[in-house]
């Protein structure tokens, strides 16, 4: 049998991945590690790069997880998504605390890119360089980033993304641009932005947690219609850019019956399909592989079975569905 990475090779698109935490769980292990039915070529690090995990303290460095994570994919020649270089959130208490200046905010952004891109500059295929920037209305959210820099922020830091890792494809992620709404509009501006001011930006990343059914923190949204799908993917390569689905999980109320994981199997498929639809879409990554160590339970209560592997290491519906769509 083919698997999903396999799929989307033959199907001449560049990756299928999911996010890595590194457990002692051998049944994990052997998913995540899968090379008969090659499932994976790519990994995304679930936490290990992020900012209160590696710079702790203002100019102390902790790669210790990061390293792992390296080691793990390029020993299994899998591509690395690297994941996160500034953000609002996961930001160690010093940078909120600091009251930092302009200028002293923007340097120690330069430092910390410069020594965390920097170090994996060989290995990072791309960079989630800017994170969540914005507000489900399309303005900018709140954050030390913004409010102290301003919108200049966004292009300062690809800016030195590819100053210190010239490599690497250069993204911009967030989620809840796949319902062509306000937010999607923002996204553009902000590849524009970027654009206008010299800067490099190769692509967008849609997170894509996305929910198969209305629930309590869905706010009534359930996954897009392929339709509106392909249109928000050829909104973002209309401008030249790549897309990537970076965070792909589809939750719903728990527990998960029959019926509706054969909801989430067409879903899964509506999905790939949609990336398959728009030449610029080049991979897919799943965050996590199994519904057993989903982020989902520990932040929306009462839903979860997201993934496409259940809590047995088993394939869902989903999985088939997914490999449907591509
Ligand atoms: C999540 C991780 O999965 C969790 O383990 C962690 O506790 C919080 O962050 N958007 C992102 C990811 O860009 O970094 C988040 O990952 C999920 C939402």
Redesign the pocket.
């Given at each position: 049998p083919v698997g999903l990475a396999d799929a989307m090779m033959q199907r001449g698109r560049e990756f299928v991945g999911f996010?890595l935490t590194i457990r002692n769980d051998s049944a994990e292990l052997s998913v995540q590690s899968n090379t008969y039915e090659e499932d994976f070529n790519s990994v995304t690090p679930?936490?290990d790069m992020k900012w209160e995990v590696t710079e702790p303290q203002r100019n102390v460095f902790n790669f210790n997880g990061s390293d792992k994570i390296v080691q793990f994919a390029t020993s299994r020649g899998y591509e690395i998504h690297c994941?996160?270089l500034v953000w609002h959130s996961?930001l160690p208490p010093w940078i909120a605390a600091g009251n930092f200046s302009n200028a002293t905010l923007i340097s120690i952004m330069e430092n910390h890119i410069k020594n965390l891109a920097g170090r994996y500059a060989d290995v990072c295929t791309r960079w989630d360089v800017v994170?969540?920037a914005l507000n489900e209305d399309g303005t900018y959210r709140s954050s030390p980033w913004f409010n102290t820099i301003g919108e200049a922020f966004l292009p300062i830091a690809f800016k030195f993304a590819a100053q210190y890792s010239p490599k690497s494809k250069l993204y911009y992620?967030d989620?809840n641009l796949e319902y062509n709404g306000n937010k999607t509009v923002g996204a553009k501006r902000i590849v524009d932005l970027i654009k206008s001011y010299g800067v490099r930006i190769d692509g967008v990343g849609l997170?894509a947690?996305l929910t198969t059914e209305p629930t309590p923190s869905s706010g009534g949204g359930v996954t897009p219609s392929q339709d509106t799908l392909e249109t928000v993917l050829k909104g973002f390569t209309k401008k030249g850019v790549s897309v990537v689905y970076t965070?792909l999980d589809e939750r719903l109320v728990v527990p998960a019956t029959k019926a509706k994981l054969e909801i989430q199997k067409q879903t899964f498929k509506t999905v790939a399909a949609s990336c398959l639809a728009v030449k610029g879409c080049v991979g897919i990554t799943l965050?996590g592989v199994s519904d057993k160590y989903s982020?989902i339970p520990g932040v929306f209560a009462g839903e979860g079975a997201a993934l496409v592997w259940d809590e047995n290491f088993q394939k869902k519906p989903a999985y088939y569905g997914m490999l449907e769509g591509i």
């Open positions: 996010a679930e936490n994941h996160n996961q994170n969540e992620n989620y997170q947690h965070e965050w982020w």
